[in-house]
């Protein structure tokens, strides 16, 4: 299913339904009075918070959704069902605008639900219209319209971390290794078309498609997936010892994260400003351990927490793991 974060869609609550003009018929009463029900409420439209993320592809060919109407009154008063509400799934981290009014919703949390749009109400039976002065009356109301409106619907992850690195610095791998992900995996560039989500001891790890330089200007997989790590508590920067310059390789992806900043007036509490940890990935590569030794010096320079793991070391996968629960429970 392919994977998308940026929908438009039209929505609806339910009409209310009509009151209705009805007379008592009782057996040796020739002149019954009004007994027209009232019509029932028009459903509602709601939005409902979900961990999957891949919720709005099953919106593609989808794009209008209305709430049920409420039904008619009936005779004997008796008031007309109200409609059914309609809720929709959206991803956790969707932001909800609505063009004509420019309010904006988000949904922050699993199970979070928000009201759209009411359902109208429905209109009175005649018996309502009943007075000491009009025993008879033949009036009705029809039902409101529900309210109504198009919305722009849009998808920005929302994770404790998010692992960013250039394509193949084993993110993918990592999050398979930590979590109950199945990620796709292989050896070229650009495995991960779709930001992929792992549960991490109850925290939600994102792995984002590989970021290269010119990203924030549209270059590789673009702007679209930076704007992904945006709301992360924390980056997790990879970067593997396949790579010749691992500090050049590092401060290519910490420029774009900075420029991408800039671009969107994040200056300030942007990807750049972020807690950062950074790992070093693939060690298995490289069988001199002093090399090792002295590229976390290196990174660690830089003020930052320095790992250093092999998937095929179970032991350093272990010892990042506690690790990484020891700094999420900080937080």
């Known amino acids: 299913m392919a994977f998308i974060d940026e929908i438009k869609i039209y929505a609806e609550a339910g009409r209310g339904g009509d009151g209705v003009v009805r007379w008592r018929q009782e057996k040796f009463v020739p002149k019954g009075g009004p007994a027209g029900g009232d019509g029932g409420r028009g459903g509602n439209f709601y939005i409902q918070a979900v961990r999957d993320v891949h919720v709005l592809s099953k919106y593609k060919a989808k794009k209008e959704f209305f709430a049920e109407k409420g039904e008619d009154g009936s005779k004997k008063s008796l008031h007309g069902k109200d409609g059914e509400d309609f809720v929709l799934d959206l991803p956790i981290g969707t932001i909800i605008t609505r063009p004509e009014t420019e309010e904006v919703w988000q949904l922050t949390e699993e199970g979070q639900k928000i009201l759209l749009l009411k359902g109208g109400y429905g209109g009175f039976g005649n018996e309502h219209f009943k007075k000491s002065t009009n025993t008879t009356p033949t009036e009705s109301n029809p039902g409101q319209d529900g309210e109504k409106g198009n919305f722009n619907i849009e998808l920005e992850l929302f994770a404790d971390i998010g692992l960013v690195g250039l394509p193949n ?139 250093v793991i092999s998937l095929y070391d179970d032991k350093s996968v272990k010892n990042f793991r506690d690790a990484l629960v020891k700094i999420l429970k900080k937080k």
């Open 169 to 307: 610095a084993g993110k993918s791998s990592l999050l398979n290794a930590l979590t109950n992900a199945d990620a796709k995996v292989g050896d070229y560039a650009f495995t991960t078309l779709d930001p992929n989500l792992g549960d991490f001891y109850g925290y939600i790890i994102a792995d984002i498609p590989g970021v290269i330089e010119g990203a924030h200007e549209g270059k590789g997989l673009g702007v679209k997936f930076l704007r992904h790590i945006k709301r992360t508590k924390m980056i997790a920067h990879l970067v593997s010892f396949e790579n010749s310059n691992m500090m050049k390789v590092y401060k290519e992806i910490r420029k774009e994260l900075k420029a991408y900043d800039k671009k969107s007036n994040l200056a300030g509490d942007g990807l750049f400003e972020k807690e950062e940890i950074i790992i070093l990935t693939k060690s298995d590569v490289v069988e001199d351990s002093k090399f090792i030794a002295k590229k976390i010096k290196d990174f660690e320079k830089l003020d930052k927490k320095v790992f």
